[in-house]
């Protein structure tokens, strides 16, 4: 029949067309799949670097403070002080643009755009923890058009590949016919792939 | 063959679950050394490959009210991004005071400033306020389902208003809180804790 040849030009042609988003909605899918597994958006680098105690730090009177109530008293009675002497250390030229405690034990000098670049000193371990997350471009870029984050016009443009889809789907089952077909092996297969997600859907998830 | 080259394009570097041995050094003149951590985001507690975050909800969370920031002039004329609801005129309260007395602040309106030390970066649903104090406390704000936690904004400031509750949560997830959003910690071990949080009605971030 004519029509099941237009169906498969058109099969071709939309395919085609939804190529390039279906790529950056699988890589985007299963990145963000797996979001309990890593950070999809960054790489991170971290360094650590033994600078020693708030006493061995600043000497003097802090040394003494630390002796008596310990480093983490010695460090909150001395932030100000404290935090200059590690930008010191770090070598840095740019400036932190904020410090302040981020948890009890751990004081933040940060850097970058938000948490991207920051340098986080734990005195109880007398440690310099210097963190820097770059982001993954691609995926970042991907995630962007699947979880569509903009909104406004893509809205409209992911609904449009949405109907592409569907039109693949639907086109699919029906360019085929014969023993290989819907009403051949092609039906065990589209039944398998309805079947299998509601079985899994109630009974395991 | 496409697929695979563009994922695997896409995820370098390498993924791993655990941590690599990390090199610790004590130089004299506090020199860095070098030890490249991979994306140790591997989070074990609870369900496998649920997240405890997954699980932080609060009643309520939808659609979001307030999707878009207001654009307001700040004092000294330059532009600050309003999100969510608009202010109300009510007293500014520090951190640690409702922290300290969380029972004189419950289902109290309240408005406060502090630095931002933590945030969602899944679904931009919470953000935290270090208390002002140095003791190293946080405050998490819900800012769903008013508005989503913009990008980028962890260690800036913020002015935030919205109700005080108490709320009893799971170990796990304060765990999961100290070690991937780097707050304080719990030193039980498991079933649930108390949390002071505030559901947040607009935010300003400086």
Redesign the interface.
């Known amino acids: 029949m004519r029509w099941r040849r237009t169906l498969l030009f058109l099969h071709r042609d939309v395919g085609f067309f939804a190529f390039g988003l279906t790529?950056a909605y699988?890589?985007s899918g299963?990145?963000v799949n797996?979001?309990?597994?890593?950070?999809y958006?960054y790489?991170?680098?971290?360094?650590?670097?033994?600078?020693?105690s708030p006493g061995k730090i600043l000497g003097g009177s802090v040394a003494e403070l630390e002796a008596k109530e310990g480093p983490l008293i010695a460090a909150?009675k001395n932030?100000p002080i404290l935090v200059k002497e590690l930008h010191r250390?770090t070598g840095r030229e740019k400036t932190y643009?904020?410090a302040?405690?981020?948890?009890?034990?751990?004081l933040?000098l940060?850097y970058g755009?938000?948490?991207?670049d920051?340098v986080?000193y734990l005195p109880e371990e007398g440690?310099?923890e210097?963190e820097v997350k770059k982001p993954?471009f691609?995926?970042r870029a991907?995630n962007k058009l699947h979880l569509n984050e903009s909104?406004r016009v893509w809205t409209w443009f992911a609904d449009l590949y949405a109907i592409a889809l569907l039109f693949l789907a639907i086109s699919g089952a029906f360019i085929v016919k014969g023993k290989k077909g819907l009403k051949g092996r092609g039906g065990y297969y589209l039944g398998a792939g309805i079947v299998i997600p509601w079985l899994l859907y109630l009974f395991v998830l | 063959m496409i697929l695979v080259a563009a994922f695997g394009f896409a995820c370098t570097p390498a993924e791993k679950a655990a941590e690599p041995e990390v090199k610790k050094e004590a130089p004299a003149n506090a020199d860095a050394v070098e030890a490249k951590v991979g994306d140790a985001t591997a989070e074990k507690d609870g369900e496998e490959g649920k997240a405890p975050c997954d699980k932080d909800t609060h009643p309520g969370m939808g659609k979001i009210e307030f999707p878009e920031a207001t654009l307001l002039k700040a004092k000294d004329g330059t532009e600050l991004a309003h999100w969510g609801a608009p202010f109300k005129e009510i007293p500014e309260v520090k951190v640690s005071e409702i922290l300290a007395n969380p029972d004189k602040w419950t289902g109290k309106e309240v408005k406060i400033l502090g630095n931002v030390s933590a945030m969602c970066n899944h679904r931009r649903g919470w953000f935290a306020l270090a208390a002002e104090d140095d003791s190293g406390k946080n405050l998490r704000i819900w800012a769903m389902p008013k508005f989503l936690v913009p990008a980028g904004t962890v260690g800036k400031k913020a002015v935030a208003q919205g109700v005080v509750e108490v709320r009893e949560v799971e170990v796990k997830l304060v765990q999961h809180l100290a070690k991937e959003h780097k707050l304080d910690d719990t030193e039980q071990k498991e079933g649930k804790v108390k949390r002071v949080m505030i559901i947040g009605t607009g935010a300003e971030f400086i």
């Not at chain 1, 302040?100 to 751990?106: C, D, E, I, V």
């Open positions: 790529v699988v890589v299963v990145a797996h979001r309990s597994h890593w950070d958006n790489s991170i680098e971290r360094t650590l670097v033994n600078v020693g909150r932030r250390l643009y904020n302040f405690w981020r948890s009890p034990g751990r933040s940060f755009e938000g948490d991207h920051v986080d440690m310099m210097l993954r691609l995926i991907f909104r």
